[in-house]
């Protein structure tokens, strides 16, 4: 049996499909539902089971909250598990309320942790390249100490990384379970619909273009980089299940590893891309960017994936190619991953 926590969010429900397509179905998947429309990533999926982990506070006197699901873990309700995917988070960069980031990515994730070292059980999780900061020290996964998060999401993922590197996690006897962190960079594409503002541009852009016909991208405020000429590693979600089936599947070294696709793209590419995939002419405005985000906001990131490369050879779907899929298959369609 495989644990999915965050199996109804994007990440977790993109990877449960591909799990699906590999003829895996023996998967429990563990999430809190809430008000969103996150359900719809779950119906087209099979899976075994379906944990709500609700809130401990609001659901103290049912069957649910974290603290359940951890006591039904340790006690061998959910039966052998062999691998646990841990991708449940609150991924919010404009989260402020610190404890319960510490709560929910930090606490949970040394429980989940911690009982899948005990137990000698494959472990999987999400960090993040937040971790990274305004990337003045580059963006090489060897590197986890002394980094500078400029938001408390990111310092919330650095807090587990550095626990489980201090704890001695990532140890490769030959007898020991794979322990792997994975530090995703700016991951888009279908069952991504549900996350509000923290939706990537291209949706938001998508829809943009259909009310107004034009895109709004954030006006630079640094000499270095002009209009629109900040840049992302954008990496597209089919890609990003590729990868870490093949470090669950192949001889990858317990680790921390980059998630990107080592080329960073500007928005201005973006946006003429996602133009191109709609068959709409390019028409591109500059905003302000809101005072809350001037401070915090990343001009560049670009995965360094030589540690990755190392153990097993990939080829990234093109640029503008995998744009173009998600808006035309999936976009224009209004489908999910799991509908095809």
């Not at 400029?150 to 020991?176: A, R």
Request: aromatic share 16%; hydrophobic share 35%; with cysteine.
């Amino acid at each position: 049996m495989i644990i999915v926590t965050g199996g109804a969010g994007f990440i977790g429900s993109a990877f449960v499909w591909k799990l699906n397509k590999e003829g895996i179905k023996d998967i429990i998947i563990v999430d809190r539902l809430g008000n969103e429309e996150k359900w719809k990533n779950l119906v087209n999926l099979n899976f075994s089971d379906y944990i709500e982990i609700g809130n401990d506070e609001n659901y103290k006197n049912k069957s649910f909250g974290i603290n359940n699901f951890l006591d039904k873990l340790k006690n061998g309700s959910f039966g052998k598990i062999t691998a646990l995917f841990h991708f449940g988070a609150c991924s919010s960069t404009t989260e402020k309320d610190a404890s319960y980031l510490v709560k929910n990515n930090f606490e949970f994730s040394k429980n989940l942790a911690k009982f899948s070292k005990t137990n000698n059980i494959d472990f999987f999780y999400a960090s993040s390249a937040a971790t990274y900061g305004d990337g003045s020290q580059g963006y090489n996964d060897s590197k986890i100490f002394g980094l500078k998060p400029l938001n408390m999401y990111g310092y919330s993922k650095q807090m587990f990384d550095i626990f489980v590197l201090k704890n001695n996690f990532f140890n490769n006897n030959q007898n020991q379970s794979k322990f792997i962190g994975f530090k995703f960079f700016n991951v888009y594409g279908p069952n991504e619909y549900h996350k509000g503002s923290m939706k990537s541009l291209i949706v938001k852009a998508y829809n943009q273009i259909l009310e107004t016909g034009k895109i709004n991208l954030f006006k630079s405020y640094k000499p270095l980089y002009k209009d629109g000429e900040q840049k992302r590693d954008f990496i597209y979600i089919k890609d990003v299940i590729n990868l870490i089936f093949k470090a669950y599947t192949e001889s990858f070294p317990s680790s921390i590893y980059n998630i990107g696709t080592g080329k960073a793209h500007s928005w201005n590419e973006l946006a003429k891309c996602i133009f191109l995939a709609m068959n709409k002419n390019i028409n591109i405005n500059y905003i302000d960017m809101p005072e809350t985000i001037k401070e915090k906001y990343q001009y560049f990131t670009e995965a360094d994936m030589s540690k990755v490369l190392q153990f097993t050879d990939y080829n990234f779907l093109p640029f503008a190619d995998a744009i173009k899929d998600y808006v035309v298959n999936y976009l224009i369609p209004c489908k999910y991953l799991a509908e095809e």
